[in-house]
């Protein structure tokens, strides 16, 4: 690969790159008053000025369960199931060689409670 050099930056020839996302979004009604959401999300690699960004990839689920005699409703949450999000950063330069790895604790389990009020008909 040639490098060129331009006002200081490095400028690499045949610098090529196809990115795109994709995310997938299934609601499951498994019994009357229960739904299962499967969601996730990937980000392919992106080539940036300096380097390139490596996958991310992510998948939530969650769950709720309707009681509608008394207007309720409880819902659970779980975020990236597989703890598989995280942020890589490759920079390639002249000037400088890094791989940045960023992965934070996004596992998260979270339950809802929600009541419904004034539920009048019209």
Known sequence: MTRLMRNGWDMKKNKNSI????????????YQGIMLQLNSRYLSPTLLPQGKREVTFSTDLGMKYEIPSINLSLTATLSDVFNTFKKVYTVDTLQLQQHLEQQSNTQVFYIGLTWKFNTLKR
């Open 19 to 30: 990115a795109g996302n994709v995310a997938l979004n299934v609601n499951f009604n498994i």
